[in-house]
């Protein structure tokens, strides 16, 4: 026990038993955090003496080593007073003293290292935690990273991916939260989902952080027993974040897109693609929707692949539509009113707030221009893909693009 400095055989027996004590007290934490703090209660109590500026740094260097090795601020601040009540309780030159006055200035020396010796403590655990955080924080957005990436060192994921509490065996989705402007406090917002998924889920297999201004989350699939690629829907996750983020005092409104669940390491990336390229599509549409499953927007990502071959589509179908009076655009809206309402032109017209001879008229034109028919089943199946083509290239408000 180091707090034998001055002391003999004796003493030193008698301030390791108070370590040990004091140990017990605080729940078995390693007594070597005591280091010299007994030694200083001692000195205090016997001479008066404060400890010296290297002394407590000493201390302080005992509460990061508390923090780095898992122990909470709790417990080794409860070890420090149990072992400064103990000392006091034991100590021999003191209980054999009638001395009222020498008792009163030994206590008061000690309260004052006592007090010296927890403040220096909790600092320095408090600067050990902030760098803790700090350093996960860094280690867990580089993972995420990779895994959305698809990294390819597989072992090496798997072994990183072990302290996060991750089994990357199993069946995952990712679901991404997109704030309205930037993204708020990050740590709050990272302790709050994290929270809510665990508490719901029941399960620690789970990530949470930031990526190019998105909260990420990574999470077991539905029911955790998922096996087939592709499983959903995910919109069960999505709502759960949407109804936790909505609590934060900023970022509202948020938009949420959830991807698909697939099993193993390429399968987290895969989702992350489906959940990315939805929030992207989401916006493109101007879909205010605030949950967004990939799942609901596969057509559009059907459509998109083949890029040339759709802008040649809505070239020969739509594009003629631009020389009615007023242009293309209110044509397109009323066909995509048309298809929502089952192919009914009075459900159409009230979805646009016009009479239903407006609707029959403008389909009448769009006929005449365009040699399509939204009523004859073969043409509304053409006119459908070219007027979902252009929702996603955003047309007529952005022109085709060139050279595809």
């Known amino acids: 026990m180091g707090g034998g400095r001055r002391a003999g055989d004796a003493d030193v027996a008698w301030l390791d038993r108070v370590a040990r004590a004091a140990a017990r007290d605080a729940g078995d934490v390693p007594v070597e955090l005591l280091g010299d703090y007994l030694g200083l209660l001692v000195d205090a109590a016997v001479t008066g003496r404060r400890p010296r500026r290297a002394e407590l740094e000493a201390v302080g260097l005992l509460g990061r080593r508390a923090a780095e090795q898992g122990v909470s601020a709790g417990r080794v601040v409860q070890l420090y007073l149990s072992a400064a009540r103990r000392m006091w309780q034991d100590?021999?030159?003191?209980?054999r003293s009638g001395d009222s006055d020498a008792v009163r200035a030994a206590a008061e020396a000690v309260l004052h290292v006592l007090d010296d010796a927890v403040a220096t403590l909790a600092e320095g655990y408090a600067v050990a935690r902030r760098e803790l955080v700090r350093r996960e924080e860094a280690l867990r957005r580089e993972l995420v990273d990779d895994l959305l990436r698809g990294e390819s060192d597989l072992g090496g994921l798997v072994q990183r991916a072990e302290p996060f509490g991750l089994d990357l065996a199993r069946v995952h989705q990712v679901a991404l939260a997109a704030p309205s402007r930037r993204l708020?406090?990050?740590?709050?917002?990272?302790?709050?989902?994290?929270?809510?998924?665990?508490?719901?889920?029941?399960?620690?297999?789970?990530?949470?952080?930031?990526k190019e201004g998105l909260l990420v989350v990574l999470a077991p699939a539905p029911g955790g027993a998922a096996e087939n690629a592709g499983a959903g829907p995910g919109t069960g996750l999505g709502r759960l974040m949407l109804a936790e983020l909505d609590r934060l005092p900023r970022g509202r409104p948020w938009q949420i897109a959830v991807g698909r669940s697939y099993p193993g390491v390429y399968g987290i990336a895969r989702s992350y693609e489906e959940a990315r390229d939805a929030l992207t599509m989401a916006r493109r549409l101007r879909v205010e929707t605030p949950v967004v499953d990939a799942r609901d927007l596969l057509i559009y990502r059907v459509l998109?692949?083949?890029?040339?071959?759709?802008?040649?589509?809505?070239?020969?179908?739509?594009?003629?539509?631009?020389?009615?009076?007023?242009?293309?655009?209110?044509?397109?809206?009323t066909l995509e009113a048309y298809f929502a309402s089952g192919g009914t032109a009075t459900v159409a017209a009230r979805r646009l707030h016009v009479s239903v001879r407006a609707?029959?008229?403008?389909?009448?034109?769009?006929?005449?221009?365009?040699?399509?028919?939204a009523a004859d089943p073969t043409d509304r199946f053409t006119l459908q893909a070219a007027v979902l083509g252009a929702r996603a290239l955003d047309w007529p408000n952005q022109p085709l693009p060139a050279g595809a």
């Open 91 to 95: 100590l021999p030159r003191l209980t």
């Open 184 to 210: 708020p406090d990050t740590e709050t917002a990272i302790s709050a989902l994290e929270g809510v998924i665990f508490d719901r889920l029941g399960d620690r297999d789970v990530l949470v952080a930031t």
């Open 359 to 373: 609707v029959t008229y403008r389909l009448a034109r769009i006929r005449a221009l365009s040699g399509y028919d």
């Open 304 to 333: 998109l692949r083949d890029q040339p071959a759709i802008i040649d589509l809505i070239q020969a179908v739509l594009v003629p539509l631009n020389r009615a009076r007023g242009g293309a655009g209110p044509l397109l809206e």
